[in-house]
């Protein structure tokens, strides 16, 4: 399946960002996290099995870890911000922040996604306020030894690429 596909939704798109922040920030996609995504995807799409959720989260997947991910997660946050409309964009948002909180942690990569998306989506406000009642553990060393490593991760770059 490619991005481009007739068969590919908004809903792909929207999980292709969750699966980005889930897994480029620490390279890890934990069971809460994959559960997280896929409770998000039901409001979504609440007619939708069981099985058409997984399907979507494989699809997606697929696309992050066989193609150029940070291209397909740049088109999926625009093509994102064209079709949603203003409260539609703020509920995506408040999505991702529950899949950066879903491990329990708030990584400096994800909190800069979240701000790259906020600013993407002109949801600045709704970004401030999921920080400020987030109640993850907040990476508090933007500098830490894994920085430079960070400053790599396909989530920074997906970051830098949609600031361009």
């Known amino acids: ?6 068969s590919w939704t908004h809903i792909h798109d929207i999980a292709l960002v969750f ?7 620490d390279a890890d996609l934990s069971d809460s996290e994959v559960d997280t995504i896929s409770e998000a995807l039901r409001r979504w799409k609440p007619k939708a099995t069981d099985r058409e959720i997984h399907e979507v989260v494989m699809e997606s997947a697929a ?13 999926s946050v625009r093509t994102l911000g064209d079709a949603l409309n203003i409260e539609q964009r703020r509920q995506v948002l408040e999505d991702v922040m529950r899949v950066a909180e879903a ?5 400096n990569a994800e909190q800069n996604l979240l701000s790259v998306l906020a600013g993407a989506w002109d949801i600045k406000a709704t ?12 990476e508090s060393d933007p500098r830490s030894e894994e920085h430079t490593s960070e400053l790599q991760s396909p989530c920074n770059l997906v970051c830098r690429l949609l600031l361009e």
């Open 1 to 6: 399946m490619q991005h481009q596909d007739e």
């Open 19 to 25: 699966l980005a922040l889930a897994y480029s920030s």
């Open 63 to 75: 696309i992050f870890f066989e193609s150029d991910a940070e291209r397909e997660v740049v088109l």
């Open 103 to 107: 491990d329990g942690v708030l990584l």
């Open 127 to 138: 970004k401030d306020r999921l920080i400020e009642e987030s109640t993850a553990r907040m």
